[in-house]
């Protein structure tokens, strides 16, 4: 049976038992090499098959999952599903949503065509490695790789929706291991590509390099309060980690601060935040979401005022709105709400204004998972950096934290530049953002 | 769940194109899963997960495929795929399989297969909420799970192993939110094992409840926590994920045979305090990170890593050892038949010691006491670490004075172990589940009180 076939076996059976359902397909194949000290560490091949489905009878909703695509098995699912939903509470706002008809990406766009021998991605890492292996106080290289997918989702429901899409993944990195004397750095530089031949191994050597070289003497600064820019990485993982302030899942569950804060200025009136899933150009790209709704750019703060939450249809209805096509739900998990590719509008800061005078740029964050609260916007976290002066790098800076309030600092941005940056997965498109007054331990 | 035929002309086949090891990890992971939100079920899943691992080595090179299909065909032809840069004529001839059934370390009783006992486990949850808002009207809510999981593994490899084993993984959990109206703030608890849900006749709900509940509140009424360099108490079980960060990974040959490790040229050496002894232990019987066999079927082990500061083991897989020259440790391990095994930790611990808590915090100027930490991450080339503080406490002048919150411990791995000047007695194990290189596999992390001379505290005062 192919995936339709398949899909049309299981969605009769759920409506046999008088239910509704919605059933995700997730494929794909993957190639993954690793290298170590010039030698081929890890060459591994990959191919996944999935179903993930969610039933509702009665007001209470089931799920369950099979990676095993025999008749019996995918039977068994829906039996599963269907008997889970019976210990489930009723959940009048949770329904399959109306959605119908076909949806499907464009391959040429997501999926260009690209064949690159086995051969060729072998001497991409091998040079990758090799070329920073080779260079002044390069100890090893701990991390080197390559990885080339295609991933693909279909959305099937029992009310005739039919949605498709198909995305391949290229990406290459690598991590070196830096030592001089008794001191040491690890740093490393991620690129990611719908084309093996978009990716440049020299531009990942000589980017992993220069952080390398660029950190290793740094020293800790004095505790105070600084000015601080994160670059567009540690920007993403910033706003990234507190994005649940934009759930309206969270909200219904009571742990999102924001649930009264509609139309509220929760931030400088300069800040345009938004979620764009249709540029193509980003790796959050999507044409729908897990319910199978057609996605749509999202204004989340517009001049510093929260202007939406986003929502699934479940939360829609929870709170008398249309969804915002923001279902996430993977074959293993429940129905959820996440963003997909968040866009911040560039300001109208020059470079002058924006690095004027001291301020300290971020380029390193740890502890990201353990350190943040996103219910109370509290964090702590790990950093590197350069202290900088007029665009200048003054000293690298190392072993300091920075600590803070997020939604506090939203408040408390003194300047926003004036180009965009995606992040290294290019997973979002933001400016530098120039916050001020954050408290810095060295 | 792999007709040994099958495996038999695949092993061979692999052989055949010039590997030296060739192995099939057959994998079926029945998965159930509750979840509450406060007084109501959240949601019931379940799930099977199915695949067949295949790793050829080809000297420290190794080559990994997986698919959910179980006919020959498609075995061999992620081997061809896998070997076609590797082709060479065979230099090893594969050994007949000899079937041997582990000893069970780790009796389960109440598995999946017997019953999934939903019913039992909305019970729990609902208890332990209950027993949470019983606490005070400023715990908001509660979220509740009960993870039951049953991995059944076979494996066959080249050499001549076929065995297999049944692990039954549960893991009950709450998390408490409490609120003043303005601020908000979490605390939890959770118990697991390596058994099944008769788990349940040792653990307590209203307990499990009560402690959520507490450490929600102690946390709303915390202060800005100082930042800078100090003295810091952690608390035992869960403050054993120092050293799990800070120096475990780093004992791992995935890290040492890269030289990514700092330890890995110091076996012998002091690397710790004396005052610290840690072991990494897969044999403790029904604890979390316990298995009879590794994930490359070789019986697992205690290994004794730091014996009075000084480093005397690795933990070692197969390529570890390989690429080392330590002996394996039965510590090969990984998430799923999704990973390639890598040597990974199982329970992990700090030995005790006769330090009294009184001690510890009277012997402190200005620092923290952190009875209970969060998560956290290391980088293993450097050791450079950080990890959250779950409940902590500013002490100044011997007195323990305030809670804090938002503070980070950061440093690094070499530094730390030779910062630890005084262990207790309160010995204690807590699960976690530790993401690395093979996946996220079930690790405890314990230790007693102990004291760290001088750490990095990130605080946001």
Request: hydrophobic share 35%; proline share 3%.
């Given at each position: 049976m192919?995936?339709e076939?398949?899909a049309?076996?299981?969605l009769?059976?759920?409506?046999q038992a008088?239910a509704?359902?919605d059933?995700?397909?997730?494929?794909?194949?993957?190639?993954?090499?690793?290298?170590?000290?010039?030698?081929l560490?890890?060459?591994k091949?990959s191919s996944l098959?999935?179903?993930?489905?969610?039933?509702v009878?009665d007001?209470r909703?089931?799920?369950?999952?099979s990676?095993a695509?025999?008749?019996?098995?995918?039977?068994?699912m829906v039996?599963?599903?269907?008997?889970n939903?019976t210990?489930?509470k009723v959940?009048?706002?949770?329904?399959?949503a109306?959605n119908?008809?076909?949806?499907?990406?464009?391959?040429?766009?997501?999926?260009?065509?690209?064949?690159?021998?086995?051969?060729?991605?072998?001497?991409?890492?091998?040079?990758?490695?090799n070329?920073?292996a080779a260079?002044?106080?390069?100890k090893?290289v701990?991390?080197n790789?390559?990885s080339?997918?295609?991933?693909?989702?279909?959305?099937?429901?029992?009310g005739?929706l039919?949605a498709?899409t198909?995305?391949r993944h290229?990406?290459?990195?690598?991590f070196a291991?830096?030592?001089?004397?008794d001191?040491?750095?690890?740093?490393?530089?991620?690129?990611?590509?719908?084309?093996?031949?978009?990716?440049?191994?020299?531009?990942?050597?000589e980017?992993?390099?220069?952080?390398?070289l660029s950190?290793?003497d740094?020293t800790?600064?004095?505790t105070?309060?600084?000015?601080?820019?994160?670059d567009?990485?540690?920007?993403?993982?910033?706003?990234g980690?507190?994005?649940?302030?934009?759930?309206?899942?969270?909200?219904k569950?009571?742990?999102?601060?924001?649930r009264?804060?509609?139309g509220e200025?929760?931030?400088d009136?300069?800040?345009?935040?938004?979620d764009?899933?249709l540029l193509t150009?980003?790796f959050?790209?999507?044409l729908?979401?897990?319910?199978?709704?057609?996605?749509k750019?999202?204004?989340l703060?517009?001049?510093?005022?929260?202007?939406?939450?986003?929502?699934n249809?479940?939360?829609?209805?929870?709170f008398?709105v249309?969804?915002?096509?923001h279902a996430?739900?993977?074959?293993?998990?429940?129905?959820g709400?996440?963003?997909?590719?968040?866009h911040?509008d560039k300001?109208?800061?020059?470079?002058?204004s924006?690095f004027?005078?001291?301020?300290?740029?971020i380029?390193d964050?740890?502890?990201?998972?353990?350190?943040?609260?996103?219910i109370?916007?509290?964090?702590s976290?790990?950093?590197?950096g350069?202290?900088?002066?007029?665009?200048?790098?003054?000293q690298?800076v190392?072993?300091i934290t920075?600590a803070?309030?997020f939604y506090?600092m939203?408040?408390?941005i003194?300047a926003?530049?004036?180009?965009?940056?995606?992040?290294?997965?290019?997973?979002?498109?933001?400016?530098?953002i120039r916050?001020?007054?954050?408290?810095?331990?060295g | 769940?792999?007709?040994?035929?099958i495996?038999?002309?695949?092993?061979?086949?692999?052989?055949?194109?010039g590997a030296?090891?060739a192995?099939?990890?057959?994998e079926?992971n029945?998965?159930?899963?509750?979840?509450t939100?406060?007084n109501?079920?959240?949601?019931?899943?379940?799930?099977?997960?199915?695949?067949i691992g295949?790793?050829?080595?080809?000297g420290f090179?190794?080559?990994?495929?997986?698919t959910?299909k179980?006919n020959e065909?498609?075995?061999?032809?992620?081997?061809?795929e896998?070997a076609?840069k590797?082709?060479?004529?065979p230099?090893t001839?594969?050994?007949?399989?000899?079937?041997?059934?582990?000893?069970?370390?780790h009796?389960?009783?109440e598995?999946?297969?017997?019953?999934?006992?939903?019913e039992?486990?909305?019970a729990?949850?609902?208890?332990?909420?209950?027993?949470?808002?019983?606490a005070?009207?400023?715990?908001?809510?509660?979220s509740?799970?009960?993870?039951q999981?049953e991995q059944?593994?076979?494996l066959?490899?080249?050499?001549?192993l076929?065995?297999?084993d049944?692990?039954n993984?549960?893991?009950a959990?709450?998390?408490a939110?409490?609120?003043?109206?303005?601020?908000?703030?979490?605390?939890?608890?959770n118990?697991g094992g390596?058994?099944?849900?008769?788990?349940k006749d040792?653990i307590?709900a209203?307990k499990?409840?009560e402690?959520?509940?507490?450490q929600?509140?102690?946390?709303?009424?915390?202060?800005a926590?100082?930042?800078?360099r100090?003295?810091?108490?952690?608390?035992?079980?869960?403050g054993g994920?120092?050293?799990?960060e800070?120096?475990g990974?780093l004992?791992?040959?995935?890290?040492?045979a890269?030289?990514a490790?700092?330890?890995h040229?110091?076996?012998?050496?002091?690397i710790?305090?004396?005052?610290?002894?840690?072991?990494?232990?897969g044999?403790?019987?029904?604890?979390?990170?316990s298995?009879?066999i590794?994930?490359e079927?070789?019986e697992?082990?205690?290994?004794q890593?730091?014996?009075d500061?000084?480093?005397?083991?690795f933990?070692?897989?197969?390529?570890?050892?390989?690429?080392?020259g330590?002996e394996?440790?039965?510590?090969?391990?990984?998430?799923s038949?999704?990973f390639?095994?890598?040597s990974?930790?199982?329970?992990t611990?700090?030995?005790?010691?006769?330090?009294?808590?009184?001690?510890?915090?009277s012997?402190?100027?200005?620092g923290?006491?952190a009875?209970?930490?969060?998560g956290g991450?290391?980088?293993p080339?450097?050791?450079?670490?950080?990890f959250?503080?779950q409940?902590g406490?500013y002490?100044?002048n011997?007195?323990i004075?305030?809670?804090v919150?938002?503070?980070t411990l950061?440093?690094t791995?070499?530094?730390?172990?030779?910062?630890?000047?005084?262990?207790?007695?309160d010995?204690?194990l807590a699960?976690?589940?530790?993401?690395?290189?093979?996946?996220?596999v079930?690790?405890?992390v314990?230790q007693?009180t102990?004291?760290?001379d001088?750490?990095?505290?990130?605080g946001?005062?």
């Open positions: 192919n995936q076939e398949s049309a076996v299981v009769e059976r759920v409506k008088g509704e359902g059933l995700i397909i997730d494929e794909g194949e993957s190639l993954t090499l690793k290298t170590r000290e010039g030698e560490e890890e060459h091949v098959l999935i179903f993930g489905l969610r039933v009878k007001d909703v089931g799920t369950a999952y990676e695509s025999d008749a019996d098995a995918l039977a068994s039996d599963q599903a269907l008997l939903a210990f489930a959940e009048p706002d949770e329904k399959i109306g119908s008809g076909q949806l499907r990406t464009d391959d040429n766009v997501l999926c260009p065509s690209d064949t690159p021998t086995i051969d060729d991605k072998i001497l991409f890492v091998q040079s990758m490695e070329e920073l260079k002044d106080k390069i090893n701990p991390s790789g390559l080339d997918g295609i991933n693909q989702r279909h959305v099937f429901t029992t005739g039919c498709s198909k995305q290229c990406s290459a990195a690598s291991l830096m030592e001089e004397g001191k040491n750095v690890m740093e490393g530089v991620v690129r990611v590509s719908r084309q093996f031949s978009d990716l440049n191994y020299q531009e990942i050597v980017g992993t390099y220069d952080r390398c950190l290793l740094g800790a600064i004095p105070k309060h600084y000015d601080v820019i994160f567009e990485d540690n920007q993403t993982s910033l706003f980690i507190f994005s649940s302030m934009f759930s309206a899942q969270s909200a569950d009571g742990v999102n601060p924001m009264d804060k509609i200025q929760i931030a009136t300069r800040l345009n935040l938004s764009q899933p150009d980003g959050g790209y999507a729908f979401d897990a319910e199978g709704t057609a996605t750019t999202t204004p703060i517009v001049e510093g005022q929260l202007r939406t939450l986003v929502h249809s479940a939360t829609a209805t929870h008398d249309i969804t915002t096509g996430s739900r993977s074959p293993k998990s429940t129905l709400v996440s963003l997909h590719q968040m911040i300001g109208t800061d020059s470079p002058s924006l004027a005078r001291e301020y300290l740029l380029t964050l740890s502890g990201l998972h353990s350190g943040a609260n996103p109370s916007g509290q964090f976290f790990g950093a590197s350069y202290l900088m002066k007029e665009g200048e790098r003054i690298p190392r072993n920075v803070g309030n506090d939203l408040k408390k003194s926003i530049g004036d180009e965009l940056y995606w992040d290294q997965y290019r997973g979002s498109l933001m400016p530098r916050f001020s007054d954050v408290a810095i331990s | 769940m792999l007709d040994s035929r495996s038999d002309s695949v092993v061979d086949y692999a052989i055949s194109l030296d090891f192995e099939l990890f057959i079926r029945q998965v159930s899963t509750v979840a939100l406060s109501e079920v959240q949601a019931v899943r379940s799930g099977i997960d199915f695949g295949i790793r050829l080595v080809y090179k190794v080559l990994y495929g997986y959910n179980t065909q498609e075995l061999k032809r992620i081997i061809t896998l076609t590797d082709l060479r004529d230099i001839q594969k050994v007949n399989f000899d079937y041997r059934q582990p000893t069970d370390h009796p389960a009783v598995t999946l297969t017997v019953d999934a006992g939903i039992s486990k909305i729990y949850l609902l208890a332990a909420d209950q027993s949470a808002r019983a005070s009207n400023m715990i908001s809510q509660t509740g799970s009960c993870l999981r059944h593994i076979e066959f490899n080249s050499e001549g076929h065995t297999e049944t692990r993984y549960i893991r959990s709450l998390t939110y409490a609120s003043d109206g303005g601020e908000q703030a979490t605390g939890s608890w118990d390596l058994r099944g849900w008769e788990i040792d307590n209203e499990t409840g402690e959520a509940a507490r929600a509140l102690v946390n709303l009424s915390a202060k926590c100082p930042s800078g100090m003295p810091v108490v952690l608390g035992n079980g869960f994920v120092i050293f799990h800070a120096c990974h004992l791992e040959t995935t890290a040492v890269k030289k490790s700092v330890f040229d110091q076996m012998g050496e002091m710790a305090s004396p005052v610290v002894s840690a072991v990494d232990d044999t403790m019987s029904n604890e979390w990170g298995i009879n590794d994930d079927g070789l697992t082990q205690r290994t890593l730091i014996k500061g000084k480093l005397t083991n933990l070692a897989d197969r390529i570890g050892a390989a690429q080392t330590y394996r440790t039965g510590s090969g391990r990984r998430q038949y999704h390639a095994p890598a990974r930790m199982r329970n611990f700090i030995e005790p010691g006769d330090a009294e808590l009184d001690d510890m915090i012997s402190i100027d200005k923290i006491y009875p209970h930490m969060g991450s290391v980088q080339g450097t050791g450079e670490f950080n959250a503080v409940e406490y002490v100044e011997g007195k004075q305030h809670p919150k938002a503070a950061i440093s791995g070499p530094a730390v172990l030779k910062e630890i000047s005084m262990i207790g007695k010995f204690s699960c976690g589940m530790c993401g690395s290189v093979s996946g996220a079930p690790t405890t314990g007693a102990l004291k760290v001088d750490i990095l505290v990130g946001n005062a």
